[in-house]
């Protein structure tokens, strides 16, 4: 390897792309197409940066699989900042590992890996993240490695409601990230940070509202004195016990009326408008609600129990004292569109269904909906067109994405 191409990688390596590109820009053999691709990603232009990472691979020889391999990352790198995850490259990355580890690559090996555990955190596919976390020692990686593998240790805490084991996370990312000295991963890691420290959901108490960071939430869904509707995962819970109502939308609708009304109950007018989304109530629904009280009150039973009243149903609860509401920091229909625009990144529509696990049509009603009220916005069209927007200020969108409830 020539002395250009060693000075354009120590560049890079240092998070220093304009460097980098100052030795290479002029060159088109496959070394210097690879890291000029890799500078045009680090600067953000990410299809730039996938073109000429690709035209290094066809570039390498048949006897160059190590340098093929390490392409192969790049371009899944590039992929996941672009959140191209209809073309994640699953098969030739774990090809590429493969061909890493044999050549006794570790370093290169482990980053494919640590892609792979941000793609499923991306998904909130937690669990599969942990277990391939779990075979990981990130003790003899360098700082840069060693700050990736804790800010997706942050990320997992934080989607399972731990606040103790993310700060502490954190706070060993931060370390690596002064020793790195790379400004990209250093603002990285202030970005988790305050997503960290910013408010993570609203409690709705007797008509107050106030935010909860991460650790006023971790600590209510432990209260076995306070009976928690959670409204970020659609469950209803006292202390390590958990109804899940994921999949009653009108059960879920009806118990969060009631909870919200407590120690008052709900009119019976009310909970059909609340659950059915009548605007006015006749005998059907009024039928229709005694079934699915019936149903409610029967799920709830161990936890609480719900009464009927002169003019409609209240809530009471068995073992806590109160009842309280975990809300979204934000509300609103497409929600979860918005949490993950939220990361302020630019994402395809098909990205965006493969996330949401839905169709690729609702998900376009969504975005179409979010733009005509000036909530999102595109750029491109067809095939590369993106969406995105700001950060929801103020407010850390880890409670927003969709995950189940942890219930140990």
Known sequence: MDS??????????AGDPLGALKRVALREDAPALALRGIAMAQLGDLVRAKALVRRAARAFGPKEALARARCVVAEAEIALASRDLAGWPAKPLDAARATLDASGDRRNAAHARYLEVRRLLLLGRLDEAERILADLDPTPFPPALRTAHE????????????????????????????????????????????????????????????????DDVEALLASKSRLV??????????????????????????????????????????????????????????ARLRVEIGRLRAMLRPLATLSATKDG????????????????????????????????????????????????????????????????????????????????????????????????
């Open 313 to 408: 149903f209240t809530l009471a609860p068995k073992r806590a004292r109160d009842i309280v509401v975990l809300a979204r920091p934000v509300e609103e229909q497409y929600a979860a569109v918005l949490a993950f625009l939220a990361d302020g990144e630019s994402w395809s529509s098909s990205a965006l269904a493969i996330a949401l696990d839905t169709s690729q049509r609702t998900v376009q009603r969504a975005l179409d909906a979010l733009a005509a009220e000036a909530k999102i916005q595109s750029v491109g069209h067809g095939r590369a067109r993106r969406w995105m927007t700001p950060p929801v200020l103020g407010f850390t969108t880890s409670l927003l994405l969709p995950t189940p409830l942890p219930t140990e």
């Open 151 to 214: 800010l997706v240790v942050t990320g997992i805490a934080m989607r399972r409601i731990r606040a103790k084991p993310a700060r502490e996370a954190l706070a060993r990312a931060t370390q690596a990230a002064r020793a790195a000295r790379i400004p990209a991963l250093t603002a990285e890691v202030e970005s988790a940070a305050r997503a960290l420290n910013a408010p993570a959901a609203r409690l709705l108490d007797q008509g107050s509202e106030r935010p909860l960071l991460l």
């Open 229 to 286: 509707v959670d409204a970020c995962r659609h469950a209803v819970r006292d202390g390590s016990s958990v109804i899940s109502l994921a999949t009653r939308p009108v059960l879920f609708a009806l118990v969060r009326a009631l909870a919200e009304a407590w120690p008052g109950d709900v009119s019976r007018d009310a909970l059909v408008k609340q659950a059915f989304g009548a605007k006015h109530a006749d005998e059907s629904h009024r």
């Open 4 to 13: 250009l191409i060693t000075a354009a990688a120590r560049a890079l390596a």
